[in-house]
């Protein structure tokens, strides 16, 4: 009789690997970053260069000479931070304090968890926040787009994002806005939440090729524009409605790429649900009711710590059962 192998699990294989999947959301990424350098021109290209070239050094120094590890460059994962985290900040940021962001969402929310696949946190939103946090200045600076091309509402809308006016006028502030050209040109804000249409089509890209599922995506966008509406409906002076809130800031930048990351999203569907309805409520609580008039990356990362416990609470079936 012939000896039978035994070997780890998986025992079934495919074509996809972390690194084509990576490959992918880079890709998606792609029609957000032509949308923010047209518009912002060569302010948001030294963003981005020295974003995506910091995380990428950060990443090789670490694994190199304190981790002394294979290099992990390979797996596109410190591209996508270094993307998401330009995309999250203005393209005024002064250069060291893009550094600065990178250090922090590699050497610390990434690498010092041992890498891809064991951090708790999305490196780029820890990034993101510690920088908001620590030069709220510079993370404040909305310039008016003034890049290799223009619109007409940047004329219109300057020196502050729709949230921003939201806050300090209400819903009056911001009644003038074409929602048609929010869809488009979200003026104010960081560079990646100028175009809802590019975002969406990224989305698209992701859901054809089977990486993301829609779920943790739609129950956020869901629950925003339930809990905006609710709000609306008893009190449109005083709240604005789910359209507006569903257009405007980083949401559909962070229910897209942020809040559907592999490692700091749960495993299940269910979880996933819970996950992206949590991401919603907590989101909203911070825009209409706390200091800060966005609040999608404080609501992500707050969701991410829950992580654990939702992948405790909703288990994934097993197979044959």
Request: charged share 10%; glycine share 10%; net charge positive.
């Amino acid at each position: 009789m012939d000896k039978l192998i035994v070997s780890p699990s998986p025992h079934l294989h495919t074509k996809t690997s972390t690194k084509s999947l990576m490959r992918d959301v880079v890709i998606a990424l792609i029609p957000a970053v032509v949308v923010s350098v047209l518009f912002y021109g060569w302010s948001e290209l030294l963003v981005l260069g020295v974003s995506v070239a910091s995380c990428l050094l950060l990443e090789y120094l670490i694994t190199k000479y304190l981790l002394k590890t294979s290099c992990t460059l390979g797996d596109w994962s410190a591209v996508i931070t270094g993307v998401l985290l330009a995309l999250n900040l203005p393209a005024t940021t002064p250069w060291w304090v893009v550094f600065i962001g990178a250090v922090v969402a590699i050497g610390i929310a990434k690498m010092t968890f041992g890498g891809l696949g064991q951090n708790l946190f999305n490196p780029a939103l820890v990034g993101r926040v510690f920088l908001l946090i620590s030069f709220p200045t510079y993370m404040t600076d909305w310039a008016k787009p003034q890049g290799f091309i223009t619109n007409s509402i940047v004329d219109a809308y300057s020196g502050a994002t729709p949230l921003g006016i939201a806050k300090g006028l209400g819903p009056q502030g911001v009644e003038a806005m074409d929602y048609l050209n929010m869809l488009f040109l979200n003026i104010g804000g960081s560079a990646g939440e100028l175009s809802a249409i590019a975002l969406l089509l990224g989305f698209a890209y992701l859901l054809i090729r089977k990486v993301i599922k829609p779920y943790i995506t739609l129950s956020i966008i869901g629950t925003v524009a339930v809990f905006s509406g609710i709000f609306y409906l008893a009190n449109p002076a005083e709240y604005t409605d789910p359209l507006f809130n569903i257009l405007s800031g980083g949401l559909l930048l962070g229910a897209i790429f942020m809040a559907t990351d592999y490692v700091t999203s749960p495993m299940s569907k269910w979880g996933g649900v819970v996950f992206g309805v949590g991401i919603g409520v907590i989101t909203m609580l911070i825009r209409y009711f706390g200091a800060y008039p966005e609040g999608v990356s404080f609501a992500i990362l707050i969701m991410n710590s829950v992580v654990p416990l939702l992948n405790k609470w909703f288990h994934t079936k097993k197979y044959g059962r």
